[in-house]
């Protein structure tokens, strides 16, 4: 079983920065792609970025430019910097993790951290 823990969310002004930091814990055997998915009130969960196990990442368009995902596999630990944030990049954010064992791949979520951009 593998778990995933958030941290770093919070309340700031838009404009401002945060880093979200989502670290895999537990039976851990290979940790492949991890990424960040958001929900706002109201709407569906959406893909933030995701970043496979070589470092390729993928972004939203909404956030491109502006959010950056990096890993660190020694840690099995991915981050989030968030920079320009604008009050829709309200949301609760969830942490997303690939694990593979011999027996097959399991996917995994962490419990969600709360981001609120104030205009």
């Known amino acids: 079983q593998v778990q995933l823990v958030e941290s770093g969310g919070g309340l700031v002004q838009a404009g401002g920065s945060l880093r979200l930091t989502c670290q895999a814990s537990?039976?851990?055997?290979?940790?492949?792609?991890m990424g960040w998915y958001r929900q706002a009130p109201g709407k569906q969960r959406e893909l933030v970025a995701v970043i496979t196990s070589d470092s390729s990442t993928n972004y939203a368009d909404s956030v491109k430019g502006r959010f950056t995902l990096s890993r660190d596999n020694a840690k099995n630990t991915v981050y989030l910097q968030m920079n320009s944030l604008k009050p829709e990049d309200t949301a609760v954010y969830y942490c997303?993790?690939?694990?593979?064992?011999?027996?097959?791949?399991?996917?995994?979520w962490g419990q969600g951290t709360q981001v609120t951009v104030s205009s």
């Open positions: 537990g039976s851990i055997f290979r940790i492949g792609a």
């Open positions: 997303n993790a690939d694990h593979t064992t011999w027996r097959g791949r399991n996917n995994y």
